[in-house]
């Protein structure tokens, strides 16, 4: 089976990681590690984790900045750490369906794809600002498969650690939002992506109009 280190970017994920790392430890392709990259959190992030470590299936690494350093330095910090051959991620805030691993390793089984990323439903879309980001904030291409999609959203993503470490990882500047544009733009020319709607994740956040209306205005700031 592939080795897969899978990281998790985190910073205040306290209310979301009790249920995400347990659906992580309990996908049908177990990772041969999991690291939490603690991104400078003031919550119980850190304890949320520690906790789970105790009697994980697999082992669980807690990797903590001193302060926040934003997204991109995370993933990067997930992608230096990996000491598997394929690099999974899943946002904090991101369930993971029990195959949603297996499903991507499938498709890395083929020699010439370099990433993959799978479908993200939304788990609430109630209320004004769920529904609105359900509709016009999908972290979906759909539900078939697209080769050479533009781009795989950072969501949940599995990729070829080497192809990370030459394309330079994912840049810094990106504090919460295009980091996983860049990147893909940066590979894409010279080798294959895959979007595998089969992989199913689950969005859990909940939105408010002003966390909406913030949220939106980081995608084009940081997408520009």
């Known amino acids: 089976m592939s080795r897969v280190s899978l990281y998790i970017p985190c910073y205040n994920g306290e209310a979301f990681l009790g249920v995400v790392l347990p659906a992580v430890l309990a996908q049908t392709h177990l990772p041969l590690e999991v690291l939490v990259i603690d991104d400078g959190s003031t919550d119980g992030t850190v304890a949320v984790a520690n906790r789970f470590a105790q009697d994980a299936p697999c082992p669980v690494r807690v990797l903590s900045h001193p302060r926040n350093l934003g997204l991109g ?3 990067n910090t997930g992608v230096a750490e990996a000491r598997g051959e394929l690099v999974a991620s899943l946002d904090a805030d991101v369930l993971p369906d029990r195959q949603w691993l297996a499903r991507l390793v499938e ?9 993959a990323g ?3 439903l939304e788990a609430h879309c109630d209320g004004l600002a769920n529904h609105w980001r359900s509709r016009h904030m999908r972290q979906s291409w759909g539900r ?10 950072g969501a949940n993503t599995l990729f070829r650690r080497k192809v990370l470490l030459e394309a330079g990882g994912y840049d810094p500047r990106c504090r919460t939002n295009a980091e996983d544009v860049k990147l893909c733009e940066a590979i894409r020319d010279r ?14 956040r909940r939105d408010s109009v002003a966390s909406i209306l913030h949220t939106h205005w980081k995608w084009y700031w940081y997408g520009n």
């Open 144 to 153: 078939t498969r697209v080769e050479r999609p533009p781009f795989l959203f």
């Open 118 to 120: 799978g479908d993200l």
């Open 73 to 75: 330095a995370a993933r």
């Open 107 to 115: 498709v890395l089984a083929e020699l010439d794809v370099a990433g």
């Open 191 to 204: 080798h294959r992506l895959v979007y595998a709607p089969e992989a199913k994740c689950y969005h859990l």
